[in-house]
């Protein structure tokens, strides 16, 4: 049995607290609850899910030779250069993979995921 | 200090004062009973005002910018002005009654009508007691637009109106775009694509800027009236048909991509049956783009306000956190054409 408390378990459990909390609450704390619940279910998917390395990665066949920290930025720079657009081979791939790995972090139930999923 | 933290203090003068104001504007006697607030942002106000006139209940409309404090965009006795002329050229809105002098007291502002209907686009969107007024909403929001678009730009040249290109509209957006030190790949596409595809000019109208599904007051037989006419500016017609049907203001509702509640096609007959100008479709499908990359940016500039503690709260840093949505929205238009 597993007794170690990960980070994610406690946010995990503060979120279930804030729910709670929230039938409690009225008008505008209640609403901040909610808000605030929610805040804290995408910090326990981010966490667990690790968006931005996927992100990285999907660019490393782009940009091989850039630390992956720097790819981001970089992909912004080719872009608003002209030197990179929406036909370079492998581009639009590489971006919807960054896309929907921090879209199922911040909010997995969205339409359009579901629309590119299906696509 | 607003009218609510005056009331605070000393509750029955500022609602008296109130009633003096309704008193410029109508005969006979008013009383102003009750004053609560609907909403607040961090430069107007807006509150329900429960009034007798002669007798009889009066519901109002009190929307109020803090006195001391200054407005960002658009004054409220312009904004007024404006309600004011569109209701005249038969554009659903809210009547105004009383616009509030400095003497008054109570701030910059300005008073109207109460009108009934559902606000939250998510339930008139979704719920099926509304599917009545849901079916003439492409009508009645087509014939909106047309009469708004048909005022023209020399009709209100006296209200000093901004005048914003497509061209200068997304200039203005990548400002904000990298005070925020923006670094959205997706948003640079679009970015170097609306570059390419908006006009430069065209023929510019009076636009309402913000007319958008959670805007409009949804009654049941339809449109009650149009709201929150603070972005109105002289711009291109293409961009209030575009940024009604953004993804974003459809609430789930994607099979139906004006608003949420109809087709395309059929509202672009409609509005051009309306007086409307004629809609180049592939034009209008950039307009939605910028639509996206608009609420994505705003979604930006919100977290940015949290950030900078101008305004903290965690509803704004979580809705910075929806920039991902509008990512995904343009890179489906990049890659389909059209969402």
């Known amino acids: ?119 | 200090m607003s009218i609510m933290e005056q009331d605070r203090t000393d509750p029955g003068a500022a609602r008296a004062r109130l009633a003096r104001v309704l008193e410029r504007a109508v005969p006979g006697h008013v009383d102003v009973e009750a004053v609560s607030p609907l909403s607040g942002g961090a430069s107007s106000l807006t509150y329900a005002v429960d009034a007798v006139r002669e007798g009889q209940a009066w519901r109002l409309i009190l929307q109020v910018t803090p006195p001391g404090q200054t407005v960002a965009g658009m004054s409220r006795a312009v904004q007024a002005a404006l309600q004011t002329r569109v209701g005249k050229a038969g554009v659903r809105v809210a009547e105004v009654i009383a616009v509030l002098t400095p003497q008054d007291d109570l701030g910059e502002g300005f008073v109207m009508a109460f009108v009934e209907g559902e606000t939250l686009a998510p339930r008139w969107l979704r719920d099926n007691a509304y599917a009545g007024a849901r079916a003439a909403m492409l009508a009645d929001c087509a014939e909106s637009l047309a009469r708004i678009h048909a005022i023209g730009a020399e009709a209100v040249a006296d209200l000093r109106l901004p005048v914003l290109t497509p061209q200068a509209q997304l200039r203005a957006l990548r400002e904000i775009y990298d005070d925020c030190e923006g670094a959205v790949p997706v948003f640079e596409l679009a970015f170097a694509m609306l570059g390419e595809s908006l006009p430069e000019d065209g023929n510019l109208a009076l636009v309402h800027g913000d007319f958008r599904s959670g805007n409009l007051i949804v009654g049941d037989t339809g449109l009650a009236a149009v709201v929150d006419w603070e972005l109105a500016h002289i711009g291109h017609p293409l961009l209030d048909i575009g940024w009604l049907s953004t993804n974003t203001w459809r609430f789930g509702q994607t099979q139906m991509p004006v608003g949420g509640f109809a087709e395309r096609e059929a509202f672009y007959a409609a509005y051009e049956a309306s007086g409307g100008m004629k809609v180049d479709p592939e034009l209008a499908l950039a307009f939605e783009m910028l639509g996206s990359l608009r609420w994505g940016v705003m979604c930006m500039q919100m977290g940015a306000a949290h950030l900078s503690g101008e305004v903290a709260s965690v509803e704004r840093a979580a809705i910075a956190r929806r920039v991902s949505e509008t990512e995904a929205d343009l890179l489906y238009m990049l890659k389909h054409g059209a969402l």
């Open chain 1, 1 to 119: 049995m597993r007794s170690r408390i990960e980070a994610a378990d406690l946010v995990e459990a503060a979120a279930a607290f804030l729910k709670e909390a929230e039938s409690e609450l009225s008008g505008r704390t209640a609403f901040h609850a909610k808000v605030a619940a929610n805040a804290l279910a995408i910090v326990v998917r981010e966490l667990r899910e690790h968006p931005s390395e996927a992100e990285a990665a999907a660019l490393g066949a782009l940009l091989p030779d850039v630390a992956a920290e720097a790819r981001v930025a970089e992909a912004c720079a080719r872009i608003r250069a002209g030197e990179w657009t929406a036909e370079t081979p492998g581009l639009l791939d590489a971006l919807e993979a960054g896309v929907r790995a921090r879209l199922a972090v911040d909010n997995p139930r969205f339409s359009t995921l579901q629309r590119l999923r299906g696509a």
